[in-house]
């Protein structure tokens, strides 16, 4: 459902609350010492793998990359059943009709990125007709990118008017707004993009594209938790939030869920409001859930490429 | 296939015990020497979050405080007053270092007799202990500089007398600046938690400090009345509360005693409508739920400007439901227990009080352990200035809620209190900060934080929370006969 800011604040106003960066970094440290029970470990690293959409973004992908992609999404572990399959396949948009081939009769997602990725900065016709097209291919969860040029020369009308533009355009695809906070500067700005972002009709907000240096991190998380937990609270609607970029141990995955646990409550910790965007956390994951089961170390080959 | 979102539950982790070795008993440290007391007394410690006993103490009497003074005084006149400066840093210096080196030891001890949260001994009361220290044995060569125009010389025998909350803490924030500066010491720590000071008597052998330069004393009310009234004491120290530290100050009128005095607070935390709110709500939980509530800084007073106050409350509410409460030794634990049976008696009248005045009582929905002393973080709202909660303090973890509409109305309040000892101001306008720091009357004003501690930034009150400055180079002058020099 989309929002009219200016009606919006009219009934309820959404405010953007300012951040302390000293505190909110403190408070992600504290969050990340909290340690597991073990069978809270192996619940947190099976929930990880049910929450991850399993992603590759590359250039040199083919519809035999794709392929492949599915197989391990579907089927992480061909050795143990009792592994969950993974929430999503995250892939470009020309990637989507071998997607939806692989993934016929299953319950996995289909995540495309759309609207001239990863800047963002095409045509605004284009970029609503690539969301279009791969929603007609069979996207069923499309991932966008805020129009930083605009957010960040002050245009937040432009930025929005993009977003709720998009969200129509998803039709019943879930949209996902990237916001690329690694472009925004201080945690204000992603505060405010976050509010944006929802206002405007996200069903989930999203750390990064990966495709710059610097991707998600635990205070971002945190930062943009808190926007979720304001947004609901001041319109009653609950909005997901995807980590992605550089979250590679599996370690990394369950502090992540540790943040959403402590800020959004037990209610977030579902595929249907948390993701992970990742590839090789994958393998990560299934290593550590068989060495917790276990006791023993594997070797990473003892897992299938994905 | 639906799913039922998933609940991390936390692991209990302990830290062990097996670190510390505590003998049976305890005597008293003078001359160097561990020694019985003259009369034989002893009391118990106890760990407050089992009531279990750890170890028997010393109980000192006033033949005891003569025999400690006059080592104090030997020490003082037969070489360390007349140590040059770089040879006291370097004594400072070790004591430091086989701080940080023992550093885990003494924060398992300091939890289990005092029932702080191994988290806070391990990350702030023994890295600062360490850090004052080091601070000061910088300056015992460099007392020339610290007061222009000054020629700064010891005073003599410094009577320390330190509280409950901080053991380890404290005793460092007295001893290093007095040590540094060529004095020598009769410490007495408080009687619910001797046993980190008795375990720095062995860091003080172990760096060679001469005899009787730091002479330990465990006991009650009568070593330290028995130390105040000494007169081979040149000066006294004192930490703790209100009602003593008059009581110290009458007895010292008249006698030439110099004295410094940190006593209570009802500081208030101000929240303006235009914080970042999320870590407000962090700092206000850091600054009321710290240390139990046993901090003599802590922020009391909530006091919330009206557009936010209810969403903040809210916020503060929530936050409060994951404060985790129990075991001091599980490093998950945020609030440990209250440090004594007696302490936990004072702090739930003062709660029923507030109460019965009629303030509104939210209390975090914890479970408790069975045996020891618990108390639940608590906030009290609809509470008014006139309210018992608004101006005594309470030192446990309750949190009095007051509102107000302007920041001339916010100073007003913050003000009206017999305390003056710290404030928080929360707002993301820097000119309002200056403003609000110009007009509150506190020792220290902190800035979108609260509960941040520097050896190099001075510490103290106005009014009934006392006076005298510790920390920075000020922290120096109290041991300090600063002459003229004749230019």
Not at chain 1, 278 to 302: F, H, K, M
């Amino acid at each position: 459902m989309r929002h009219d800011l200016a009606e919006l604040s009219r009934v309820t106003p959404v405010r953007v609350m300012a951040v302390d960066a000293v505190s909110l970094e403190q408070r992600a440290a504290a969050l990340a010492g909290r340690s597991l029970k073990r069978e809270a470990k192996l619940g947190a690293l099976d929930l990880a793998i049910r929450c991850t959409d399993y992603t590759t973004l590359e250039g040199a992908d083919t519809p035999g990359r794709i392929v492949q992609l599915c197989a391990k999404a579907v089927r992480p572990d061909p050795s143990d059943h009792s592994i969950p399959s993974v929430a999503a396949v995250c892939v470009y948009p020309e990637m989507v009709p071998t997607a939806v081939g692989c993934l016929k009769g299953t319950s996995i997602g289909i995540a495309s990125v759309a609207g001239a990725f990863p800047a963002g900065l095409g045509p605004l016709s284009a970029r609503l007709e690539e969301i279009r097209w791969v929603v007609e291919q069979g996207a069923t969860e499309v991932d966008m990118v805020l129009n930083r040029g605009a957010f960040l020369s002050g245009h937040y009308g432009v930025a929005f008017d993009e977003i709720a533009a998009s969200k129509d355009a998803s039709g019943a695809a879930h949209l996902k707004v990237i916001l690329e906070t690694g472009e925004l500067g201080p945690y204000d700005q992603v505060r405010k993009a976050s509010m944006l972002a929802m206002a405007a009709g996200a069903d989930f907000i999203k750390t990064s594209t990966g495709k710059i240096g610097t991707s998600a991190t635990l205070p971002v998380a945190l930062c943009m938790a808190e926007s979720i937990r304001d947004f609901a609270e001041q319109t009653g609607q609950a909005i997901g939030l995807k980590v992605a970029g550089g979250i590679r141990t599996a370690k990394q995955s369950w502090q992540y869920l540790v943040v959403i646990q402590e800020t959004l409550g037990v209610e977030w910790m579902h595929p249907d409001r948390f993701r992970i965007g990742a590839s090789s956390l994958l393998n990560e994951l299934l290593l550590q859930l068989r060495t917790q089961q276990t006791g023993r170390y594997q070797s990473l080959d003892s897992f299938t490429d994905g | 296939m639906d799913l039922e979102p998933v609940k991390l539950q936390y692991a209990t982790s302990r830290e062990s015990t097996d670190i510390v070795h505590l003998e049976k008993s305890y005597g008293l440290f003078i001359d160097g020497k561990m020694v019985e007391p003259r009369s034989g007394a002893m009391f118990t410690s106890v760990n407050p979050a089992t009531e279990e006993p750890l170890t028997q103490v010393a109980e000192a009497g006033s033949d005891d405080v003569d025999l400690a003074v006059a080592a104090a005084r030997r020490a003082y006149e037969h070489g360390w007053r007349d140590l040059p400066g770089k040879e006291r840093a370097k004594y400072v210096f070790r004591i430091a270092r086989l701080l940080q080196e023992r550093a885990r030891e003494f924060a398992v001890l300091e939890t289990i007799d005092g029932g702080k949260p191994i988290k806070e001994s391990r990350d702030v009361d023994i890295p600062l202990a360490a850090a004052h220290f080091f601070y000061y044995a910088g300056w015992a060569d460099k007392l020339g500089y610290a007061f222009p125009g000054r020629r700064p010389k010891p005073i003599g025998v410094a009577g320390q007398i330190i509280p409950w909350n901080f053991p380890l803490l404290m005793a460092a924030w007295k001893l290093a600046p007095a040590l540094a500066s060529g004095n020598t010491v009769v410490l007495k720590p408080a009687e619910t938690t001797p046993l980190t000071a008795l375990l720095l008597t062995e860091v003080l052998r172990d760096a060679d400090l001469p005899p009787g330069v730091v002479n330990v004393l465990t006991g009650d009310g009568v070593a330290g009345a028995a130390l105040v009234n000494h007169p081979g004491v040149d000066k006294i120290a004192f930490t703790g509360s209100t009602d003593v530290g008059k009581e110290i100050q009458r007895a010292l009128a008249g006698t030439g005693k110099r004295l410094t005095l940190e006593l209570g607070g009802k500081a208030a935390n101000i929240v303006f409508e235009d914080a970042a709110l999320d870590q407000a709500v962090e700092g206000v939980v850091n600054g009321i739920f710290f240390n139990q509530g046993h901090v003599c800084c802590a922020g009391s007073r909530l006091l919330l400007q009206e557009p936010i106050a209810e969403a903040f409350l809210d916020k503060l509410r929530s936050r409060m439901a994951t404060l985790r409460v129990g075991d001091p030794l599980d490093k998950n634990t945020d609030v440990g227990a209250i440090n004594s049976r007696q302490q936990l008696d004072k702090i739930s009248s003062l709660v029923d009080a507030g109460v019965e005045e009629g303030a509104e009582m939210y209390q975090a929905p914890c479970p408790l352990p069975e045996r020891g002393f618990w108390f639940r973080p608590t906030i009290l709202t609809g509470v008014t200035p006139a309210h018992r909660v608004a101006q005594e303090e309470i030192f446990g973890p309750v949190l009095s809620v007051l509102t107000f509409r302007t920041p001339e109305e916010a100073v007003a309040k913050a003000n009206n209190t017999r305390y003056g000892l710290s404030a928080g101001v929360w707002t993301e306008k820097g000119s309002k900060i200056l403003w609000m720091a110009d007009r509150l009357r506190a020792g220290v004003v902190w800035e979108n934080t609260f509960n941040r501690f520097d050896p190099a930034s001075p510490f103290g009150g106005f009014r009934e929370s006392g006076f005298g400055r510790e920390g920075g180079v000020q922290g120096l002058a109290p041991y300090l006969a600063l002459e003229a020099i004749d230019a």
